[in-house]
């Protein structure tokens, strides 16, 4: 375990962190899905990284179903996704991006108190960034509240689990390949339910904004 | 051969060739076929338990034991009789145009893999897997649920999607904090995510990752639970969706995020040695009893208003596995089977109903009884039983956890009390008038299934006077396994 590894894998989680961030600010959607394949990039890497410091050879698969899966596959379907539905230029007005960064710090503050004594029980080289990944677990879910565009909630959704994922590779040396497989066999079918239902909701509504989607109420 | 594998493989064989056997006259005689095929093998693998004692299976990644045979017995069941329900149901939605050929494909093959998914998750062994399935069940009802194409029911599928997924995000990380707790002690890979395994070294697991993976784990089963406040997708998702998806949704999916939040808290509870877990799931159960009881005297929609009454029953169940021992144990098992048994019975009657109105609308179904006795009987006994009237066998189990309660707990009492009392007046208000009176609807075109629902009935009332002993000693062994 040389301390290059260590010093690497922090800073693929920093760019993971900083990409979290972009993320709860880009407007455009064809930015956005470009900022979620580099995080995937990101994951990919400190995986490979853990892997190769480590001896761990099971992660590089974990590496290679990422990378193809959240690279590759998931973006590519985004991107035929918006075009299809001709959302690719859209722009989203968000209001108040200056509160929302405040309150993306107190998240990761938040995260790292949380994560602070229980990392110290993990023997991994990354144990420091348990706290980076529920933050970025935290930033994606914050991002799925501030928004009013379907195909962005879907993003914050995919990056959800980017977090969960590096989770798994900061706490422990990845999960058991038999249930990697099984969440990424999950996340896959989700994304083409997800665009089937896309294009019903454009179908009913003529547009995507879920500002439609608020009419059932408690009563 | 193994009944555990014919179990699983039925379902999942049944999926796809109902998808590529396409929409024909037969799909809803083959997909009650593939059910009751899987009920076969599910009352088999209950024999071999019951004969044999628990088992695993395929290198112990499968695991049955007296917990999730009962599970997996009942809900086996309940997806063969709704199947037969759903026969005259969806034939009369394509007479009224509201389901196409496409559409009525989709359905029958979903309905089977939903099927599969559950069953997945009670038989296996791995609590990643358990995640898995979990997910996977979502994703094939959410396209059920939109199936009609209406707003409300996209809508109500977005919200089923978001929000499910989010909760379900979130027992992934208590999954993964599981992981991290559990490879300090049984070593990386494989094992450490066997529940088996973990239930055998829980004392050794870390108390301060167990405690934060534990409030992970139920605030995402518990989501699918319905636990108020996390229960919104719960009455969109069962008011838009065609009546026997409610019907399963209702009377199954929400037992099995119920059995994954129990399995979990075992381990919990084990590594722990406080009653922090218990103390949790007791508060949520408390909380969504009173607000659903209070949500469901307000509901103007016949299956938003018997959505907010599973939150109530499941509200009472998280309750009763809270507070733990023995008798709370076997009552909230007692409760889960007559809450799934009646409750899909209720579904079945109220689709009938909404049928012959043509609305869903509480005040526009009246007089029942004038059109069709049966249906009106099936609604009023059901109503009756799932308020906890004597003789019915939610009446014992509410009896025994209200009892438990005053001794171990007397301040929680008056609270289940007050929520058992308003949901009793908000719905017998509500339904009597629908049963009784004059009338305005119309015949149906195809006969109504109701022997699913005056069998469920039936056994409901069978389970308020008699259990009969292999069942109650089986009840027993469970409840024993809960601690």
Known sequence: MSPFAVQLVNLFAAAMLLLAFAMLSQRRILALIHLYALQGLALSASTVTVAWATGQDHLYYSAAITFTLKVLLLPWILHRLIRRLSVKWDVETLINIPTMMLVGIVLVVFSFNLALPISEFSRSIARGTLGIALACVLLSFLMMITRSKAVPQVIGFLSMENGLFFAATSATYGMPMVVELGIALDVLVGMVILGVFLFQIREQFDSLDIHHLEKLKED | ?483
């Open chain 2, 1 to 483: 051969m193994d009944p555990l594998a014919i179990l699983l493989a039925v379902p999942l064989a049944g999926g796809f060739s109902l998808w590529a056997l396409g929409e024909r006259d037969s799909a809803p005689e083959i997909n009650a076929a593939f059910s009751f095929a899987t009920f076969m093998a599910a009352a088999w693998l209950t024999e071999d338990v019951i004969s044999t004692g628990p088992i695993t299976a395929f290198h112990e990644q499968f695991f049955v034991d007296p917990l999730n045979v009962f599970l997996v017995a009942l809900t086996a069941f309940v997806a063969f009789t709704t199947a037969l329900f759903s026969r005259p149901y969806m034939r009369t939605e394509r007479e009224h145009g509201r389901m196409t050929p496409a559409r009525l494909r989709l359905y029958h093959s979903m309905y089977q893999l939903f099927t599969f998914t559950m069953l997945l998750a009670l038989t296996t062994n791995n609590m990643g897997i358990l995640w898995v399935a979990m997910e996977a069940a979502t994703l094939t009802t959410v396209l059920l649920v939109s199936v009609y194409r209406t707003a409300a029911s996209l809508e109500a599928a977005w919200k089923y999607f978001i929000l499910c997924g989010v909760g379900i995000a979130q027992a992934l990380f208590g999954t993964i904090l599981l992981y991290f707790a559990a490879e300090r002690v049984l070593g990386p890979q494989g094992d450490a995510l066997l529940w088996t395994h973990l239930d055998v070294v829980k004392h050794q697991l870390e108390p301060a990752i167990m405690s934060l993976s534990f409030v992970f784990l139920l605030v995402g089963y518990g989501t699918k639970v319905g636990l108020v406040p996390l229960h919104n997708w719960l009455p969109d998702a069962h008011a838009e969706g065609p009546t026997p998806i409610s019907a399963v949704l209702s009377g199954l999916l929400l037992n099995v995020a119920l059995y994954s939040v129990i399995r979990c808290k075992v381990l919990a509870e084990g590594a722990l040695d406080s009653r922090f877990a218990g103390n949790m799931m007791m508060g949520f159960g408390l909380v969504s009893t009173l607000a659903a009881a209070f949500f469901l005297s307000r509901q103007r929609d016949i299956k938003r208003m018997f959505a907010y009454s599973s939150i109530e029953h499941m509200g009472l169940m998280t309750f009763a596995f809270g507070m733990g021992g023995p008798i709370a144990n076997f009552a909230g098992l007692l409760h889960m089977t007559v809450h799934s048994l009646v409750k899909s019975a209720i579904f079945f009657a109220v689709g009938h109903a909404a049928q012959k109105a043509g609305t869903q609308v509480m005040e526009d179904i009246r007089g029942l009884l004038r059109v069709s006795p049966r249906v009106g009987w099936g609604l009023m006994i059901g109503t009756l039983a799932i308020l906890g009237m004597p003789p019915f066998g939610v009446f014992a189990s509410e009896f025994l956890i209200l009892t438990t309660a005053m001794r171990e707990h007397a301040w929680a009492t008056p609270l289940l009390l007050l929520a058992l009392g308003v949901a009793f007046a908000a719905i017998l208000r509500r339904v009597q008038p629908m049963v009784f009176g004059e009338t305005t609807l119309r015949r149906l075109p195809y006969q109504p299934a109701l022997a699913p629902v005056f069998i469920h009935l039936g056994l409901g009332l069978m389970l308020g006077l008699y259990i009969p002993p292999y069942l109650a000693a089986w009840y027993q062994q469970a409840a024993k396994l809960l601690g």
